[in-house]
């Protein structure tokens, strides 16, 4: 960061009047502030690192006071930084203006092998923090474990399978997979039972494998009653709203089996619920009836969920949700993205994999390609049904797949006088129209909003309306720029 860009910064926090999930103001006008470490912890444990701003009050709506000696002050922060594992090395801007003096520290991210970042003398479990919003909270124990299983390639895939026996499997299946094997490995029909067991994932020092139990199990839920699928189907937008005649849910089913059952048993439930949709062909204006939902996009969305989810101790009481909107599909699963992979990088480059025996078994079976085309062919099924983009959202501990049927799609000549009193329609029950007619951020956005989680409030109530035409973005071309507005399109 150059002098202009921290007085930029500067003007950019007044403006908005909040700090952001990059970005911590501290007045150090009296001194240097104490208690830097979880911030510093949250700043290097995301991908986009953070800075702190050193000089605005931010009790006093983010005024200018500057900082009480800049070479002081940098030497204090270098000294909590040396206080973390791994030792952090901020990078350092001084600027002055209006005679103050200001200082900002970049934190930059660790590398994900090397994380989480935590105050040393707290321990790793103690001193991690992640940054939500503009606070820092303590890492859950299952969040430090998540990195520790990265980088210590832990596989979770194949741990023993507690309870489970060779009396818990289809041996049939078991003895089908073999042969499949053996056909592609001639070398394994050398070795014992024993052998192609351990070389397979089948078994682990001669315990059932997890891998096992899911691809070949007689009932795996007997012994882990919560891997499986959550299906549900609600007559509205969001959970809690019901029919006509008070209904919340049209059709639930808890969808069990191996997972090559849970596949068919999703794909069936989505089949059953769906719609039949009228679109309009965009190229020959020809009326097409087609299912709400494309069953290529719906069955990688699935795939997925069940072969990269987390198997590991911590999530093994969680099942799969699959919910059906009126407007959309969204299939959650245990476990966020694994390893260096980014959302933005979704289908783009090779990821690191956190179930390889499963993804390999299932290859085998003939139910996945394992060459990384499940996002291009959702994305593609998509866009040949000429529904809005899918939408993947990273959380901790969570991945989010949703697909929207274009049901119910703002129209952008949606104006003050339409729809219900003050503007706002079924659709826009926040009334972020009538608020975006003057350009706001997205930290304007989420306090006017008032909901917790601010990344949840964009994507359920903004995003509906960008795609739909209603509100635009003034810098298009880089939607994350940090002077990124939103402005309603006006007739």
Same mark, same amino acid.
Request: with cysteine.
């Given at each position: 960061?150059?002098?202009?860009?921290?007085?930029?910064?500067?003007?950019?926090?007044?403006?908005?009047?909040?700090?952001?999930?990059?970005?911590?103001?501290?007045?150090?006008?009296?001194?240097?502030?104490?208690?830097?470490?979880?911030?510093?912890?949250?700043?290097?444990?995301?991908?986009?690192?953070?800075?702190?701003?050193?000089?605005?009050?931010?009790?006093?709506?983010?005024?200018?006071?500057?900082?009480?000696?800049?070479?002081?002050?940098?030497?204090?922060?270098?000294?909590? $930084?040396?206080?973390?594992?791994?030792?952090?090395?901020?990078?350092?801007?001084? $600027?002055?203006?209006?005679?103050?003096?200001?200082?900002?520290?970049?934190?930059?991210?660790?590398?994900?092998?090397?994380?989480?970042?935590?105050?040393?003398?707290?321990?790793?479990?103690?001193?991690?923090?992640?940054?939500?919003?503009?606070?820092?909270?303590?890492?859950?124990?299952?969040?430090?474990?998540?990195?520790?299983?990265?980088?210590?390639?832990?596989?979770?895939?194949?741990?023993?399978?507690?309870?489970?026996?060779?009396?818990?499997?289809?041996?049939?299946?078991?003895?089908?997979?073999?042969?499949?094997?053996?056909?592609?490995?001639?070398?394994?029909?050398?070795?014992?039972?024993?052998?192609?067991?351990?070389?397979?994932?089948?078994?682990?020092?001669?315990?059932?494998?997890?891998?096992?139990?899911?691809?070949?199990?007689?009932?795996?839920?007997?012994?882990?009653?919560?891997?499986?699928?959550?299906?549900? $189907?609600?007559?509205?937008?969001?959970?809690?709203?019901?029919?006509?005649?008070?209904?919340?849910?049209?059709?639930?089913?808890?969808?069990?089996?191996?997972?090559?059952?849970?596949?068919?048993?999703?794909?069936?439930?989505?089949?059953?619920?769906?719609?039949?949709?009228?679109?309009?062909?965009?190229?020959?204006?020809?009326?097409?009836?087609?299912?709400?939902?494309?069953?290529?996009?719906?069955?990688?969305?699935?795939?997925?969920?069940?072969?990269?989810?987390?198997?590991?101790?911590?999530?093994?009481?969680?099942?799969?949700?699959?919910?059906?909107?009126?407007?959309?599909?969204?299939?959650?699963?245990?476990?966020?993205?694994?390893?260096?992979?980014?959302?933005?990088?979704?289908?783009?480059?090779?990821?690191?994999?956190?179930?390889?025996?499963?993804?390999?078994?299932?290859?085998?079976?003939?139910?996945?390609?394992?060459?990384?085309?499940?996002?291009?062919?959702?994305? $593609?099924?998509?866009?040949?049904?000429?529904?809005?983009?899918?939408?993947?959202?990273?959380?901790?501990?969570?991945?989010?797949?949703?697909?929207?049927?274009?049901?119910?799609?703002?129209?952008?000549?949606?104006?003050?006088?339409?729809?219900?009193?003050?503007?706002?329609?079924?659709?826009?029950?926040?009334?972020?129209?009538?608020?975006?007619?003057?350009?706001?951020?997205?930290?304007?956005?989420?306090?006017?909003?008032?909901?917790?989680?601010?990344?949840?409030?964009?994507?359920?109530?903004?995003?509906?309306?960008?795609?739909?035409?209603?509100?635009?973005?003034?810098?298009?071309?880089?939607?994350?720029?940090?002077?990124?507005?939103?402005?309603?399109?006006?007739?």
């Amino acid at each position: 960061m150059v002098e202009k860009e921290l007085r930029d910064l500067i003007r950019s926090i007044q403006l908005r009047g909040c700090e952001e999930q990059i970005t911590e103001v501290k007045a150090a006008h009296g001194g240097c502030p104490e208690k830097l470490y979880d911030t510093i912890s949250s700043f290097s444990n995301q991908d986009s690192g953070g800075t702190f701003v050193f000089g605005l009050d931010e009790r006093n709506h983010f005024a200018k006071v500057g900082v009480y000696d800049a070479q002081d002050l940098q030497k204090k922060v270098m000294e909590y $930084c040396e206080q973390m594992t791994p030792v952090v090395r901020p990078v350092f801007t001084v $600027c002055d203006e209006d005679g103050l003096v200001f200082v900002s520290a970049e934190i930059p991210p660790v590398d994900i092998s090397e994380r989480p970042c935590f105050k040393t003398a707290k321990g790793r479990l103690q001193g991690s923090c992640i940054r939500v919003g503009d606070a820092d909270k303590p890492m859950t124990e299952y969040e430090v474990y998540s990195y520790e299983a990265f980088r210590k390639k832990y596989r979770d895939d194949i741990r023993p399978a507690d309870g489970a026996s060779f009396l818990s499997l289809d041996m049939t299946k078991v003895d089908a997979y073999l042969a499949l094997k053996r056909s592609e490995r001639p070398n394994l029909a050398s070795l014992s039972n024993e052998q192609q067991y351990e070389f397979t994932g089948i078994t682990r020092d001669g315990r059932i494998t997890m891998a096992a139990l899911l691809l070949f199990g007689i009932y795996p839920q007997a012994l882990y009653p919560q891997l499986s699928i959550n299906a549900t $189907c609600v007559p509205g937008t969001e959970i809690g709203h019901v029919d006509a005649q008070g209904t919340r849910f049209t059709d639930t089913k808890r969808i069990e089996g191996t997972l090559p059952d849970m596949l068919d048993g999703a794909l069936a439930f989505v089949r059953t619920n769906m719609r039949i949709a009228t679109r309009i062909d965009p190229e020959t204006g020809e009326r097409i009836d087609a299912p709400q939902y494309p069953m290529d996009a719906v069955r990688e969305a699935v795939l997925n969920a069940l072969i990269h989810r987390d198997y590991g101790f911590h999530t093994e009481g969680m099942p799969i949700q699959l919910v059906m909107y009126t407007d959309r599909l969204e299939i959650i699963n245990p476990g966020g993205l694994y390893g260096r992979l980014t959302v933005d990088r979704l289908g783009q480059a090779q990821p690191d994999t956190r179930n390889p025996a499963l993804v390999t078994a299932m290859e085998t079976l003939g139910k996945t390609e394992n060459r990384y085309s499940g996002i291009p062919t959702i994305r $593609c099924a998509m866009k040949k049904y000429s529904l809005p983009e899918p939408q993947f959202v990273n959380a901790h501990g969570s991945f989010q797949v949703v697909l929207y049927n274009g049901e119910g799609t703002l129209s952008h000549s949606i104006s003050s006088d339409e729809g219900t009193a003050g503007g706002r329609t079924s659709q826009d029950e926040k009334g972020l129209i009538a608020f975006c007619r003057v350009p706001r951020s997205r930290a304007e956005i989420i306090q006017y909003l008032e909901i917790a989680s601010g990344q949840y409030a964009l994507r359920r109530y903004l995003d509906p309306l960008i795609r739909a035409g209603a509100i635009r973005l003034t810098i298009p071309d880089k939607p994350r720029s940090k002077d990124q507005r939103y402005i309603t399109v006006e007739k």
